[in-house]
């Protein structure tokens, strides 16, 4: 393989990369309902697609073209869900279930985050339970907070898109 054909694979396998990574971004931004950005990327994602794509059919017997391309669809998934981690788009809904003398609410309060809190009854008698919706990107920080006050807290996390009102701290 000369330096050329060898150019050509690694280009081929990083912009399947590219593509495949603006893929999964675009999925993840029409799910939030960003559909200015989600338009964009769907843009490009289409026009590396066809540029990528012409390169690999213009001679389907070079096997290094088709592996890179292989290539570098299933390395674009994975880098493509390691930016979307790292971006943190979108909010989370934690519910925590936690003894009603702990101060978990108090702690999440003073942190600036909005908390609902309500008494339940579970197994062992009453609980509390609380409810507090922040942006995934501060998921781990209020995660770390509810088991610095509580370790034993029963802790869940939904993805949500909210509709309606509600407070959300600068």
């Not at 050329?4 to 603006?22: D, E, H, K, P, T």
């Not at 890179?68 to 788009?89: F, K, P, T």
């Not at 999440?108 to 197994?123: H, N, P």
Request: hydrophobic letters at 55%; glycine letters at 10%.
């Amino acid at each position: 393989m000369n330096w050329q054909m060898a150019g050509a694979v690694v280009l081929i396998f990083v912009l399947r990369v590219a593509n495949m990574s603006l893929d999964t971004l675009r999925l993840v931004l029409v799910v939030r309902g960003q559909r200015l950005l989600a338009a964009a990327a769907g843009f490009l994602e289409a026009l590396i697609f066809v540029l990528v794509l012409a390169q690999v059919l213009r001679d389907l017997t070079n096997i290094w073209n088709v592996l890179a391309y292989a290539g570098g669809y299933s390395g674009g998934i994975l880098v493509g869900m390691w930016l979307e981690e790292r971006l943190a788009l979108g909010f989370g809904h934690v519910r925590v279930i936690t003894a009603p003398d702990k101060a978990v609410a108090a702690t999440l309060r003073a942190m600036g985050f909005a908390v609902t809190e309500l008494r339940g009854q579970g197994r062992a008698g009453e609980v509390s339970v609380i409810n507090c919706t922040v942006q995934r990107r501060d998921v781990g920080r209020v995660q770390a907070a509810i088991k610095s006050v509580d370790e034993a807290a029963f802790i869940t996390v939904d993805e949500i898109r909210p509709l309606h009102r509600g407070f959300w701290p600068s």
